[in-house]
């Protein structure tokens, strides 16, 4: 059975960081893609930013050059590094593992970020 486990979420001040982790245990190989979604309250879930198995990156214009996804498929694990935090990227944030066709999703991790 997959699992995916994502920490690091917390409450943090504007213009704060936080590094978001996520581990995938289980069986569980040749991974095409590993992302990064938000879902704000009331809102619907947004993907904030995702990463190859050939190392290609892809992000929302609202992160862009904020935030920085990196990703380590021996260790099965994804990273999210959150620099220049904003009130609106406050929202629960969930890691999806992508193993064609079959997409494997975290349970999530709180960030809010408010003074």
């Known amino acids: 059975q997959v699992q995916l486990v994502e920490s690091g979420g917390g409450l943090v001040q504007p213009g704060g960081s936080l590094r978001l982790s996520c581990a995938a245990s289980?069986?569980?190989?040749?991974?095409?893609?590993m992302s990064w979604y938000r879902q704000a309250p009331g809102k619907e879930r947004e993907l904030v930013a995702s990463i190859t198995s050939s190392g290609i990156t892809n992000y929302a214009d609202s992160v862009k050059d904020r935030f920085t996804i990196s990703g380590d498929n021996a260790k099965k694990t994804v990273y999210l590094q959150m620099n220049s935090l904003k009130p609106e990227d406050t929202a629960v944030y969930y890691c999806k593992v992508s193993v064609w066709p079959v997409d494997y999703w975290g349970r999530g991790t709180q960030v809010t970020v408010s003074s």
């Open positions: 289980g069986s569980i190989s040749n991974i095409n893609k």
